[in-house]
C-alpha cells in the first residue's frame, strides 16, 4: 500500500510528546512490514535547518485559496521519507509547534493545521498529478483529522481515510467562522458532520468521516466509548464501534536501549543489571540529591498536565521523605503545577530534585538511574514512559488507565492502583517500597520487564491489515 502519514510533530526535530516519538517509528516499520510510506509534517523552522538541502517536488499556488503561498519539499532521511509543506506565513514559527510565545494557541491555528490536511487531502485525489498518490492517508490527531473530512466531502476519486487518536482531549475547536475559511462547505455544519456544541471540531470531523479509526491502546478504544471517558465524543465513537481499533504503540528500540544508549554513562543491560546503580549515583548527583543506595529513587519525565494525574504526587510531597524514598522529576508544562513541583522540592531538598524544562538526555537518564517510573495518570492513551521503564529495568508505577493498564501487571512487572487519589498511590508506593527491599523479587519483577517486546513490528502488522481492509 502506499500510505501518507500525516503528523504535525516528529522526533527528533519537533516533539511535544509521545506524537512526536510515534511518528518517527511507526512509519519505519510500516515500510519494514512492505509498504510505501510518506510522511507528510510541516516545514517547522527546525526541519528547514537539520534538512535545508530538501528538493522542491510541487508548488501548490493557485490550486485553493488556502494553499496561497506553499510548496512541497522532498527530503530522505535514513529510511524516512518526509514530505514537507512549505508555508512560511504559518510555519516559521519558532519553539513550539501550536502555542505562541505566550503560551497561548496560535490565533491561526485552524489554518495552519487546515491546510496541512488540505495538502493530505489533495494528495490522496485524482487532483494530484504528481507521480506518487497514496491509497491511505493516515491522519494523526485533531492537526490532521480534517483530511478525512476532505477527502469524504471533495468530488472526484481519492484515498480511503485512517484516522489515530493519540488524545481525546485535544479536539481542534474553533468558533464557526472558521468553516468557510478552511474550505468546508455549509452543509456540513450538522449534528452529523463537524458541528460541536456551537463549534468546529477539527476532530469531530476527522472521526465522522474517515473511513476506519484507531487509538493507541485496546484499553483507550473502550474507555472512550463511554459518557465518562468520551469527552464529549463517546456516543460518536460508540456508533463508529465497528470501525474503531485500538493499537498498543511500540516503542523505538534504537533510541531507548539501554545498552546503546548514547545519553547514559553507564550502559547496561538484563546480564549487567548492576551497573544500573552507577547509572543512580550519576543522575542522584546531577539532580543535587544525595548519593543514597539505602533509598530507593522514583522518576518522573511528563508534560505538567492535568491527565498525567501528577498533583496527587505533590500532594503528597511531605510523605515521600518519609516513606522513605528520593524522586527525580523532569518536566514542564502547566505553570501552578511547575509551582507545586518547585515548593515540594524546597521545602526536602534531600529527597526531591525537580528540572522544569524538556531535556531528552536527562530523560533517558532518568529512565536508566530510577528504580522506579511513576505514572499515576487520570487517563493515557498509551503512554510511551512505562514501556521506556520496563526496558530500562525501572519498573512502573501507574494508575490503571488505557494503554498503562495493558502494559503494567501489578506485581509482576510494575505496579497499578486504581482509584484517581493521593491515599491509593501512597499505598502503591508503600507496597513498591517493600518489594524493592527484597532484592530477588525486584530482581525478578526488572526482568520480566526487559523480556518484554514492545517492538513496533506487531503493531505496524495490525495496520498494514486495516489499510488493506479499506
Ligand atoms: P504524552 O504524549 O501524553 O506526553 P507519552 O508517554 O506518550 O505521553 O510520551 C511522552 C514523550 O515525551 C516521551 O518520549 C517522554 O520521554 C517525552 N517527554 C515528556 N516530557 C519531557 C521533558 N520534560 N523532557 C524530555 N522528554 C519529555
Ligand atoms: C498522546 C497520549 C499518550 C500516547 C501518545 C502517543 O500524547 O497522551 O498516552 O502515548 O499520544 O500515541
Redesign the pocket.
Known amino acids: 500500500m502506499k500510505v501518507l502519514f500525516v503528523t504535525s510533530e516528529i522526533?527528533p526535530w519537533v516533539?511535544?510528546?509521545?506524537?512526536?516519538?510515534?511518528a518517527a517509528a511507526l512509519p519505519l516499520a510500516l515500510a519494514e512490514a512492505g509498504n510505501d510510506v510518506r510522511v507528510l509534517v510541516p516545514y517547522y523552522p527546525a526541519l528547514r535547518q537539520a534538512l535545508p538541502k530538501a528538493t522542491a517536488v510541487a508548488s501548490l499556488d493557485g490550486f485553493d485559496a488556502l494553499f496561497a503561498n506553499s510548496a512541497l519539499h522532498e527530503a530522505r532521511v535514513g529510511n524516512l521519507s518526509l514530505l514537507m509543506l512549505d508555508c512560511p506565513a504559518y510555519y516559521d514559527r519558532p519553539g513550539n509547534p501550536y502555542l505562541g510565545p505566550q503560551g497561548r494557541d496560535w490565533p491561526d491555528n485552524h489554518l495552519r493545521f487546515g491546510l496541512l490536511s488540505r495538502v493530505a487531502a489533495w494528495l490522496g485525489s485524482d487532483e494530484n498529478a504528481l507521480p506518487w498518490r497514496p491509497d491511505v492517508v493516515h491522519c494523526n490527531d485533531w492537526q490532521s483529522a480534517l483530511a478525512a473530512a476532505y477527502l469524504r466531502l471533495l468530488p472526484g476519486g481519492r484515498a480511503r481515510s485512517l484516522l489515530t487518536i493519540?488524545?481525546l482531549a485535544f479536539q481542534g475547536l474553533f468558533p464557526r467562522d472558521a468553516l468557510l475559511q478552511v474550505g468546508l462547505p455549509e452543509s456540513s455544519w450538522s449534528l452529523d458532520g463537524v458541528e460541536f456544541y456551537g463549534q468546529l471540531s477539527f476532530l469531530k470531523a476527522g472521526l465522522q468521516f474517515a473511513d476506519a479509526i484507531t487509538t493507541?491502546s485496546p484499553t483507550y478504544a473502550r474507555e472512550i466509548q463511554t459518557e465518562v471517558d468520551g469527552m464529549g465524543l463517546g456516543g460518536l465513537l460508540h456508533h463508529r464501534a465497528a470501525s474503531l481499533h485500538g493499537i498498543l504503540?511500540g516503542i523505538d528500540g534504537n533510541e531507548?536501549d539501554p545498552a546503546h544508549d548514547q545519553h547514559l554513562p553507564y550502559p547496561y543491560d538484563v546480564h549487567n543489571l548492576d551497573a544500573k546503580a552507577a547509572n543512580k549515583h550519576a543522575l542522584q548527583a546531577q539532580m543535587h540529591l544525595p548519593q543514597r543506595d539505602d533509598l530507593p529513587l522514583l522518576g518522573i519525565?511528563?508534560?505538567?498536565?492535568h491527565?498525567?494525574g501528577l498533583d496527587l504526587v505533590t500532594a503528597l510531597g511531605d510523605a515521600l521523605p518519609v516513606l522513605p524514598v528520593q524522586l527525580a522529576v523532569?518536566?514542564?508544562?502547566e505553570s501552578a503545577l511547575e509551582d507545586l513541583f518547585r515548593r515540594v522540592a524546597e521545602r526536602h531538598r534531600n529527597h526531591i530534585a525537580v528540572?522544569?524544562?524538556?531535556?531528552?538526555a536527562?530523560?533517558?537518564r532518568i529512565?536508566a538511574g530510577a528504580d522506579m517510573f511513576l505514572?499515576p495518570?487520570r487517563f493515557?492513551?498509551?503512554?510511551?514512559?512505562?514501556m521506556?521503564s520496563l526496558r530500562y529495568g525501572t519498573p512502573p508505577i501507574v494508575r490503571a488507565t488505557g494503554?498503562l493498564a495493558d502494559t503494567v501487571i501489578d506485581g509482576v512487572n510494575g505496579f497499578a492502583f486504581l482509584e484517581p487519589t493521593a491515599a491509593a498511590l501512597l499505598a502503591t508506593l508503600q507496597r513498591a517500597v517493600a518489594t524493592w527491599r527484597d532484592r530477588s523479587r525486584w530482581r525478578h519483577m526488572q526482568q520480566d520487564g526487559m523480556a518484554r517486546d514492545h517492538s513496533w513490528a506487531a503493531p505496524a502488522q495490525r495496520y498494514s491489515q486495516i489499510y488493506a481492509s479499506l
Not at 516533539?15 to 510515534?22: E, F, I, N, P, R
Not at 519525565?301 to 498536565?305: A, F
Not at 523532569?330 to 508544562?333: E, I, M, R
Not at 528540572?355 to 531528552?360: A, C, H, R, T
Open positions: 522526533a516533539k511535544t510528546g509521545g506524537l512526536g516519538d510515534v493519540h488524545n493507541v504503540n531507548w519525565v511528563s508534560r505538567l498536565t491527565q498525567k523532569l518536566g514542564s508544562g528540572k522544569i524544562g524538556f531535556d531528552e536527562l530523560a533517558h529512565e505514572m495518570s493515557e492513551p498509551c503512554g510511551l514512559n512505562q521506556y494503554g
